[in-house]
């Protein structure tokens, strides 16, 4: 499986000119945690994560009010705190040495570019979502190859009607001891 199966395509992202006001504002609607950093031209130049966004952020050390928090990160670009060396693939990337190299580097998203522009990302939630995938065709296939044996076994019933279930056991007739004793 390779990259450009499980990637987003639609990435919101910053310029390095921009604030982090924004960018604090951007992950919160967007309920994401990474914005790529582009040029005008599409080069991806760095990445902020909500990791460097709340060790930039003073509100968490000083208890200040969001404001407060807006006014501070409103003066701080986002090319003043990128990340600049950056684990990025190609799309046609194997899937399984990406989602390798997250867990070994223990990072949250890789960046997807084609010729120094980026063209999608990969997240720890789209690894998770593809798992989740894998894991219910799993299950399908195992209760259907379940069902292939059971329907497999032999008929132990034959005379039985269409309302009982074929696998059962013939019934045996029983008789009471009371009744067995009467001539």
Partial sequence: MRVADIMQKEVATLHPE?????????????????LPVITPGGDLVGLVSRGL?????????????????????????????????????????????IVDAMATRRIGCVPVVRDGRLVGIVTETDCLAHLKTLLRASRVDAERASLK????????????????????????????????QKP
């Fill in 18 to 34: 921009d604030a982090l006001d924004l960018a604090e504002s951007m992950m919160k609607i967007g309920r994401f945690r990474h």
């Fill in 53 to 97: 966004l709340m060790r930039h952020s003073i509100s968490c050390k000083l208890q200040l009010g969001e404001r407060t928090e807006r006014e501070w990160l409103s003066g701080i670009r986002a090319d003043e705190v990128m990340t600049r060396d950056l684990f990025s693939v190609t799309p046609d990337a194997d899937l399984l040495d």
């Fill in 149 to 180: 044996r059971f329907r497999a076994l032999p008929d132990l019933n034959p005379g039985a009607s269409a309302a009982e279930p074929k696998h059962s056991m013939p019934r045996q007739r029983t008789t009471r001891v009371r009744d067995a």
